[in-house]
């Protein structure tokens, strides 16, 4: 099984601030026939769903805002927010899409304002 | 717009089965660039995949819950739907359903969620 695991557990950042999280899967998520990393990033709100954010491990879902950014490939990942807003305080999640059939999430960060 | 909605008893006893039903609207439950997907997230932990079912029956479970979970689809009521035995206090929590686009790899729309809770 592949395991994900995030750092930091929590950071708290001041508003318009720039915040990272990182993620690293225990074996390279990269598919070499297509080059794509099977990686994607989720926000979860209190009392909501996931949302995803970014998929293969840098492409911004439509409607995301711009701010969100992902990096890495094969085994280490980050989410950079690059200017905090107040609605950006979450959950943030990543997961892998490399290895059926268990496709295994990080324990999550949690970002809120400093 | 596509939306998805879980739906199934909030209370379930001990050793019995936990049944959930995704009722997917605007769209398609046959379309083929799609899997249907089922995760569960404990109060205040994190994320877990339970299964994925293709519109053809075609079905992948978690390891860790493989003999305890059956995952069908009813293309004609565009549903799935979620039965896990034997269940305990560990299976409290709340159960979304999800579509997972193959072409992307990644959950894009999520359900609700529903809670449901392992209690005599």
Redesign the interface.
């Known amino acids: 099984?592949i395991v994900m695991t995030q750092s930091p557990d929590s950071l708290a950042v001041s508003l318009g601030e720039r915040a990272t999280i990182n993620c690293k899967s225990s074996q390279s998520v990269l598919y070499s026939s297509n080059n794509?990393n099977?990686l994607?990033w989720?926000q979860q709100k209190p009392g909501?769903?996931?949302?995803?954010l970014i998929?293969?491990a840098s492409?911004r879902?439509s409607g995301v805002p711009d701010r969100f950014s992902g990096s890495g490939s094969g085994t280490d990942f980050t989410l950079t927010i690059s200017s905090l807003q107040a609605e950006d305080v979450a959950v943030y999640?990543c997961?892998q899409?490399y290895s059926?059939?268990?496709?295994?999430?990080?324990?999550?960060t949690k970002v809120d304002i400093k | 717009q596509l939306q998805l909605q879980e739906s199934g008893p909030g209370l379930v006893k001990p050793s019995e089965t936990l049944s959930l039903t995704c009722t997917v609207s605007g769209g398609s439950i046959s379309s083929r660039s799609y899997y249907w997907d089922w995760i569960r997230q404990p109060p205040g932990k994190?994320?877990?995949?339970i299964?994925?079912i293709y519109y053809s029956g075609s079905t992948?479970?978690?390891?860790s819950l493989k003999s305890r979970v059956i995952i069908s689809v009813d293309t004609s009521k565009n549903q799935f739907s979620l039965k896990l035995s034997s269940v305990t206090a560990a299976d409290t929590a709340v159960y979304?359903c999800?579509r997972h686009q193959g072409g992307?790899?990644?959950?894009?729309i999520?359900?609700?969620?529903t809670m449901v809770t392992v209690s005599s």
């Open positions: 099984d794509k099977y994607a989720y909501q769903p996931p949302k995803l998929y293969w492409t879902e999640y997961q899409f059926t059939p268990l496709f295994t999430f990080g324990p999550g | 994190g994320l877990e995949w299964g994925s992948s479970y978690n390891p979304y999800a992307i790899e990644a959950f894009d999520w359900g609700q969620g």
